[in-house]
T-cell receptor
Framework: GQNIDQPTEMTATEGAIVQINCTYQTSGFNGLFWYQQHAGEAPTFLSYNVLDGLEEKGRFSSFLSRSKGYSYLLLKELQMKDSASYLCAVKSNNNDMRFGAGTRLTVKP | DSGVTQTPKHLITATGQRVTLRCSPRSGDLSVYWYQQSLDQGLQFLIQYYNGEERAKGNILERFSAQQFPDLHSELNLSSLELGDSALYFC??????????????FGPGTRLTVL
């Protein structure tokens, strides 16, 4: 089976940096995804990691350590519009995609 | 706009009833995924179809079924509805279904309310 854990809520200040952690246990690993979801809206793709290391995409970066079952999403230069839920999702070898419960990030001025 | 369309946007029905949710994937996408999102459970993967065939199965109840048609649109059928089935149902699509890289584009969702 799969367990995906991430903090329920986080708060950060506009302009700051925030790191959202995700730990997972899976039987067969085929990639880790981060999605952003604003309340009442559809999730939107942010990043994908399948190999260890850091993937950078503008203000967002995502890191993966497969041996530790660990990933983080790093958001730099926070903006008010970054207030949203951030979902960590793991794909297993049988294409089953499991999402964590999400981390609700609140950015304050 | 992701290019994935879902109908209807809202659906209100009674317990014991049956409903059908429809999804049209982005042009060129062969894979369709269905998810259920309720307040207390987060986003739950239900089922995936690739080019008309079932590819992966998640936490889908036996009362639920899905199919993907030759034109690649998909339908999710929910029967013997219970109050607990009230949720937001998302459809997502991707180009392929079997490769590792599998960016999924989500539709706007169908909000189902069971009274």
């Amino acid at each position: 089976g799969q367990n995906i854990d991430q903090p329920t809520e986080m708060t950060a200040t506009e302009g700051a940096i925030v790191q959202i952690n995700c730990t997972y246990q899976t039987s067969g690993f085929n990639g880790l995804f981060w999605y952003q979801q604003h309340a009442g809206e559809a999730p939107t793709f942010l990043s994908y990691n399948v190999l260890d290391g850091l993937e950078e995409k503008g203000r967002f970066s995502s890191f993966l350590s497969r041996s530790k079952g660990y990933s983080y999403l790093l958001l730099k230069e926070l903006q008010m519009k970054d207030s949203a839920s951030y979902l960590c999702a793991v794909k297993s070898n049988n294409n089953d995609m499991r999402f964590g419960a999400g981390t609700r990030l609140t950015v304050k001025p | 706009d992701s290019g994935v369309t879902q109908t209807p946007k809202h659906l209100i029905t009674a317990t014991g009833q049956r409903v059908t949710l429809r999804c049209s994937p982005r042009s060129g996408d062969l894979s369709v995924y269905w998810y259920q999102q309720s307040l207390d459970q987060g986003l739950q993967f239900l089922i995936q179809y690739y080019n008309g065939e079932e590819r992966a199965k998640g936490n889908i109840l036996e009362r639920f079924s899905a199919q993907q048609f030759p034109d690649l649109h998909s339908e999710l059928n929910l029967s013997s509805l219970e109050l607990g089935d009230s949720a937001l149902y998302f459809c997502a699509s991707s180009v392929v279904g079997g490769s590792s890289y599998n960016e999924q584009f989500f539709g706007p969702g169908t909000r189902l309310t069971v009274l």
